[in-house]
């Protein structure tokens, strides 16, 4: 059996200190999910399909890492609150895609609200030199490990 080295120590002991960061800090997906009537996993669709447009079920399975038997009750709630539809590809009739309705981009921008709001204004006062050096941290982090396609 292979020892770990130091300082893949210091990254395991760093993942695991960053688990509870993220959601009771920086997700605070409680007041998230008062605020816009979404929970966490509705939020990453919409950010998904921003980002994407439209989007198989399957590659936003693969992207948010969301089980497949799990997206489709998030995508009929998201559809039910006109947020997304689903639609044929237009290169494959079999195929159904999802994409973002305006009401779903609406609904991000009150995400992206809440998140700064108590990120950064209620939790602490981030410098923007400290917002900086959080978004290169995220950024390295998101190069690292890229969404598998």
């Known amino acids: 059996m292979r020892k770990t080295t130091s300082v893949e120590d210091q990254v395991i002991q760093h993942i695991f200190h960053i688990f509870p960061v993220l959601r009771n800090r920086i997700l605070k997906s409680k007041e998230i ?12 669709i919409l950010m998904c399909l921003a980002e994407h447009d439209s989007m198989s079920v399957t590659q936003l399975s693969k992207h948010t890492g969301i089980a ?14 006109e947020y997304v539809n689903r639609h044929h590809s237009k290169n494959d009739r079999r195929m159904v895609e999802i994409s973002i309705l305006s009401q779903g981009r609406e609904c991000i921008d009150r995400i ?7 990120t950064f204004h209620l939790d602490s006062t981030f410098s923007e030199a400290q917002l900086i050096r959080l978004n290169n941290a995220l950024s390295t982090i998101v190069e690292l490990f890229p969404v598998e396609n």
């Open 68 to 81: 497949m038997p799990n997206i489709t009750p998030i995508i009929d709630k998201l559809c039910a609150l």
């Open 33 to 44: 999910t008062q605020e816009t009537e979404v929970q966490l996993p509705h939020a990453q």
């Open 112 to 118: 992206k609200t809440s998140i700064a709001q108590h």
